[in-house]
């Protein structure tokens, strides 16, 4: 059964830094593509990065280019995501996701992705 665990979320100012980070089991991870969604209350989830899982290619909205960064560690089943510049807007709750298929090199929407973490928290105060 595969497991994902969020952790690293909190209370930050905006203009502050947050580093996330999701620990996966169950699943060879070097061959899942991961991905990182948020939800604010009353909106719809929202892709915000995704990793081939290679690590050899990386994808993001626009609202959060420039700012967010994914990377993964194979040898840690870990996946991150570096938060910088943090806006009010960016309050909600973040999800990892692990991708429906192996070798996938581009997910972004949450139909291409199998299995979710239980969520973690990031608020940025104004």
């Known amino acids: 059964q595969v497991q994902l665990v969020e952790s690293g979320g909190g209370l930050v100012q905006a203009g502050g830094s947050l580093r996330l980070s999701c620990a996966a089991s169950g699943l060879t991870f070097a061959h899942y593509g991961m991905g990182w969604f948020r939800q604010a209350p009353g909106k719809e989830r929202e892709f915000v990065a995704c990793?081939?899982?290679?690590?050899?290619?990386?994808y993001y909205p626009d609202s959060v280019k420039g700012r967010f960064t994914i990377s993964r560690d194979n040898a840690k089943n870990t996946v991150y995501l570096q938060m910088n510049s943090l806006k009010p807007e960016d309050t909600a709750v973040y999800y990892c996701?692990?991708?429906?298929?192996?070798?996938?090199?581009?997910?972004?929407?949450?139909?291409?992705?199998?299995?979710w973490g239980q969520g973690t928290q990031v608020t940025v105060s104004s």
């Open positions: 996701a692990a991708a429906r298929n192996r070798f996938s090199t581009r997910a972004t929407m949450p139909k291409d992705f199998g299995s």
């Open positions: 990793i081939s899982w290679s690590g050899g290619a990386t």
